[in-house]
């Protein structure tokens, strides 16, 4: 996790499923205050996603949005981008094919 002015950008490694979603959402939760404007969700290094990985990022669109505050996904590898697909995350969320594209978005 780390802020480039003003936006947190979290990237996540390996594989977010039961074990690992909590402990990603309870970290984003710590570091997430008041002051940044935007969220970059980073999935350039996820390998898998299971439903529990899903919901996380299901929640953290929802309190985003309830705080009108953007949020974006980015750098989704083939079978990552096939998940939210298949799930209708790609039409639910802004999705970047890039870091440098979705900070961009974000910070205009």
Known sequence: ?????????????????????????????????????????????????????LRIVLLLAKDLRERDLPFVVCSLGPPILEVFRISGFDRMLTIHPDRDTALAAVQD
């Open 1 to 53: 996790i780390e802020r480039l002015d003003g936006v947190l950008v979290a990237r996540a490694e390996g594989q977010l499923d039961n074990t690992s979603a909590p402990e990603f959402m309870d970290a984003l939760k710590a570091e997430f205050g008041s002051g940044e404007r935007a969220l970059v969700l980073d999935l350039e290094g996820l390998s898998y996603i299971g439903s529990a990985g």
